[in-house]
């Protein structure tokens, strides 16, 4: 196990809860969240709220816990972290666009 690569994740954890939480909040009056969206851009399905912005964090602790804890190095935990952050700010920004639209 590399300390940094644990460094890394539980910074990267910290920052995708955060994320999560502040949208819960602005996105509060919204029931349901987009999760995916078809190629003309319609919301082709929906998750609960709690569910859909605990998704990438919870897939993002597996997998970046699992690397860290098995001996990865630091570049390729922080690698995945940058990924795993890049989609949760591009899946908020698209339910954002959506909720904006008013075709939730």
């Known amino acids: 196990m590399h300390p940094a690569s644990?460094?890394?994740?539980?910074?990267?954890l910290a920052l995708l809860a955060a994320l999560s939480l502040a949208a819960n909040r602005r996105l509060?009056?919204?029931g349901r969240l987009p999760m995916h969206w078809g190629l003309a851009g319609q919301v082709t399905w929906t998750a609960p709220r709690p569910l859909a912005l605990a998704l990438v964090p919870?897939?993002?602790?597996?997998m970046l816990l699992a690397?860290?804890?098995?001996?990865?190095?630091?570049l390729m935990t922080a690698l995945m972290a940058l990924?795993?952050?890049?989609?949760?700010l591009a899946h908020l920004w698209l339910i954002r666009r959506t909720a904006l639209r008013g075709t939730p």
Do not use: E
Request: no cysteine.
């Open 6 to 12: 644990l460094v890394i994740a539980t910074a990267a």
């Open 28 to 30: 509060r009056h919204l």
């Open 58 to 62: 919870i897939l993002a602790a597996i």
């Open 67 to 74: 690397s860290a804890l098995s001996g990865a190095p630091p």
């Open 83 to 88: 990924a795993l952050i890049a989609a949760h």
